[in-house]
C-alpha cells in the first residue's frame, strides 16, 4: 500500500470534499442482505474508463464503461495526456452508474480492485488516484490487480475451465503467451518482441488512411482492417509471417510493419496517389496483413500448444486454449486458430466480446 501510495502521489487526487459528496450522493440504501462478497473493480490501463460491481460467485451486479475512441479516432491515436484527462472527467459518473446499476451503496462493498499495471502510467494513475480515495473514506480493503492477469482469468466467469489452462492475450497494448497455472500463478512462455499485433493493425490502418473511408470512418484501426479485408483478395500481395525459423513462442510485428509501409509507398506511387488518400489496392493490403497476422499468430500458439503437451504441463487432450483481448474479437484471426485447435485435441475458448477488450468486469 506505501508503494500504491506514492504512486498515487505522483497525480492528482480529488478532493476529499468531492469525494465526501460523491459518497453522499448515494442517498440509498439496498436494503437487501447481501450473502455474498461484494467487490467493486475500476479499470482505467488505456482508453476505456470502467468500472463493475461483481459478486464472489461471479455475478455481475452492475457495470459502466464510458470509451474515448471517438476523441482518439480524430487525434489518429491515443495521446496519453488527453486519455487522463478524459479519465479524470468521466471516472467518478462511471463509478457511479456501476454503483448505481447494482443497487449497492458504497458502504455495501467488500473491497475495491483497481488495475495497476501494466497500461499508460497517466491513464493508471487516475484509477488509482480515485481508488485510494474511496479506500480511505469507505475504510475498505484494497486489492490491486495485474490487467494481464485479469483478462487471463475473464474466461472463468463464462465458462467452467479448470487449472492449468494456455492462455492467448491479444490486443493494443500486448501480446503473450502463457500457461495459468493458478489464479496468481503464470508461466510465461513467449511475448511479443516489439509492438503489438493491435497497435500494427492500427498504425497500417492510419497509413492507409481508412478513416476516410466511407465504410470505415467510424471504426477503430483493427475494425477498419477486418471490414475492408472481407472485400480483398490476401494473395494479391504476399508478405512473410516473421520469425518462422525461431525456435520459441515470441512474437514479432514491428519488422512486418516496416514492410508493409514501404510497400503501400509504393501502391502510391504506381497508382500516382498522394499520402493520406484512399489506394484502390486497400482492401487486398488489408486483407494481406490480417492473413499474414493471423499466420504468425496461430503458427507461434501451435508451438506453445506442442512445448506444453510434450512436457506434460498440459492435458494431452481437452486441453484448452484461452484467447482474449481486443484482437480476440477479430474473427479471420479467431479462425486460424480454431484450425490449429482441432489440429491438437485442444478447446478453443474466448470471453463474449465485450469482456474481450478493457472493463470493468474484468477487473473486479
Same mark, same amino acid.
Given at each position: 500500500?506505501?508503494? &500504491? %501510495?506514492?504512486?498515487?502521489?505522483?497525480?492528482?487526487?480529488?478532493?476529499?470534499?468531492?469525494?465526501?459528496?460523491?459518497?453522499?450522493?448515494?442517498? *440509498?440504501?439496498?436494503?437487501?442482505?447481501?450473502?455474498?462478497?461484494? +467487490?467493486?473493480?475500476?479499470?482505467?490501463?488505456?482508453?476505456?474508463?470502467? /468500472?463493475?460491481?461483481?459478486?464472489?460467485?461471479?455475478?455481475?451486479?452492475?457495470? /459502466?464503461?464510458?470509451?474515448?475512441?471517438? +476523441?482518439? &479516432?480524430?487525434?489518429?491515436?491515443?495521446?496519453?495526456?488527453?486519455?487522463?484527462?478524459?479519465?479524470?472527467?468521466?471516472?467518478?459518473?462511471?463509478?457511479?452508474? /456501476?454503483?448505481?446499476?447494482?443497487?449497492?451503496?458504497?458502504?455495501?462493498?467488500?473491497?475495491?480492485?483497481?488495475?495497476?499495471?501494466?497500461?499508460?502510467?497517466?491513464?493508471?494513475?487516475?484509477?488509482?488516484?480515485?481508488?485510494?480515495?474511496?479506500?480511505?473514506?469507505?475504510?475498505?480493503?484494497?486489492?490491486?490487480?495485474?490487467?494481464?492477469?485479469?483478462?487471463?482469468?475473464?474466461?472463468?466467469?463464462?465458462?467452467?475451465?479448470?487449472?492449468?489452462? &494456455? +492462455?492467448?492475450?491479444?490486443?493494443?497494448?500486448?501480446?503473450?503467451?502463457?500457461?495459468?497455472?493458478?489464479?496468481?500463478?503464470?508461466?510465461?512462455?513467449? =511475448?511479443?518482441?516489439?509492438? /503489438?499485433?493491435?497497435?500494427?493493425?492500427?498504425?497500417?490502418?492510419?497509413?492507409?488512411?481508412?478513416?476516410?473511408?466511407?465504410?470505415?470512418?467510424?471504426?477503430?484501426?483493427? =475494425?477498419?482492417?477486418?471490414?475492408?479485408? =472481407?472485400?480483398?483478395?490476401?494473395?494479391?500481395?504476399?508478405?512473410?509471417?516473421?520469425?518462422?525459423?525461431?525456435? %520459441?513462442?515470441? *512474437?514479432?510485428?514491428?519488422?512486418? @510493419?516496416?514492410?508493409?509501409? $514501404?510497400?503501400?509507398?509504393?501502391?502510391?506511387?504506381?497508382?500516382?496517389?498522394?499520402?493520406?488518400?484512399?489506394?484502390?489496392?486497400?482492401?487486398?493490403?488489408?486483407?494481406?496483413?490480417? @492473413?499474414?497476422?493471423?499466420?504468425?499468430?496461430?503458427?507461434?500458439?501451435?508451438?506453445?500448444?506442442?512445448?506444453?503437451?510434450?512436457?506434460?504441463?498440459?492435458?494431452?487432450?481437452?486441453?484448452?486454449?484461452?484467447?482474449?483481448?481486443?484482437?480476440?474479437?477479430?474473427?479471420?484471426?479467431? $479462425?486460424? &486458430?480454431?484450425?490449429?485447435?482441432?489440429?491438437?485435441?485442444?478447446?478453443?475458448?474466448?470471453?463474449?466480446?465485450?469482456?474481450?477488450?478493457?472493463?470493468?468486469?474484468?477487473?473486479?
Amino acid at each position: 500500500m506505501l508503494i &500504491l %501510495n506514492k504512486t498515487a502521489g505522483v497525480f492528482s487526487k480529488p478532493s476529499k470534499r468531492n469525494m465526501y459528496e460523491f459518497l453522499r450522493s448515494f442517498n *440509498f440504501h439496498s436494503g437487501k442482505l447481501f450473502l455474498h462478497k461484494l +467487490v467493486l473493480g475500476i479499470e482505467t490501463s488505456c482508453d476505456d474508463t470502467a /468500472a463493475a460491481v461483481v459478486d464472489e460467485t461471479g455475478n455481475v451486479l452492475g457495470e /459502466a464503461i464510458h470509451s474515448q475512441t471517438e +476523441v482518439h &479516432l480524430k487525434t489518429g491515436g491515443i495521446i496519453p495526456p488527453v486519455a487522463q484527462q478524459l479519465h479524470r472527467e468521466n471516472i467518478q459518473r462511471i463509478v457511479q452508474e /456501476a454503483l448505481s446499476a447494482s443497487k449497492v451503496s458504497p458502504s455495501e462493498l467488500s473491497a475495491i480492485a483497481t488495475t495497476i499495471k501494466p497500461g499508460l502510467a497517466l491513464s493508471l494513475g487516475v484509477g488509482l488516484s480515485f481508488s485510494l480515495q474511496l479506500v480511505d473514506q469507505l475504510k475498505k480493503p484494497f486489492i490491486p490487480i495485474h490487467h494481464m492477469e485479469a483478462h487471463a482469468l475473464t474466461i472463468r466467469l463464462t465458462n467452467k475451465v479448470e487449472f492449468p489452462f &494456455l +492462455v492467448l492475450l491479444i490486443s493494443g497494448g500486448h501480446c503473450l503467451l502463457a500457461l495459468v497455472r493458478g489464479v496468481s500463478d503464470f508461466l510465461l512462455l513467449g =511475448k511479443s518482441l516489439d509492438i /503489438a499485433p493491435g497497435d500494427m493493425l492500427d498504425k497500417v490502418a492510419r497509413r492507409l488512411s481508412l478513416i476516410k473511408h466511407p465504410e470505415c470512418s467510424t471504426m477503430s484501426g483493427g =475494425k477498419a482492417i477486418e471490414h475492408l479485408a =472481407k472485400q480483398g483478395n490476401k494473395l494479391h500481395f504476399d508478405f512473410k509471417p516473421p520469425m518462422q525459423r525461431a525456435r %520459441n513462442c515470441d *512474437f514479432s510485428f514491428s519488422g512486418l @510493419h516496416h514492410v508493409i509501409d $514501404k510497400m503501400i509507398m509504393q501502391k502510391e506511387k504506381e497508382e500516382g496517389v498522394e499520402k493520406g488518400q484512399i489506394l484502390s489496392s486497400a482492401a487486398d493490403i488489408a486483407a494481406a496483413v490480417q @492473413h499474414t497476422i493471423a499466420c504468425h499468430i496461430a503458427k507461434r500458439t501451435h508451438r506453445a500448444i506442442l512445448f506444453c503437451k510434450q512436457r506434460d504441463l498440459l492435458c494431452q487432450s481437452n486441453a484448452v486454449l484461452v484467447v482474449s483481448g481486443g484482437v480476440a474479437s477479430n474473427l479471420y484471426i479467431r $479462425k486460424a &486458430l480454431e484450425i490449429v485447435t482441432d489440429a491438437t485435441q485442444c478447446t478453443l475458448l474466448c470471453p463474449p466480446p465485450r469482456l474481450c477488450t478493457d472493463n470493468g468486469i474484468m477487473i473486479a
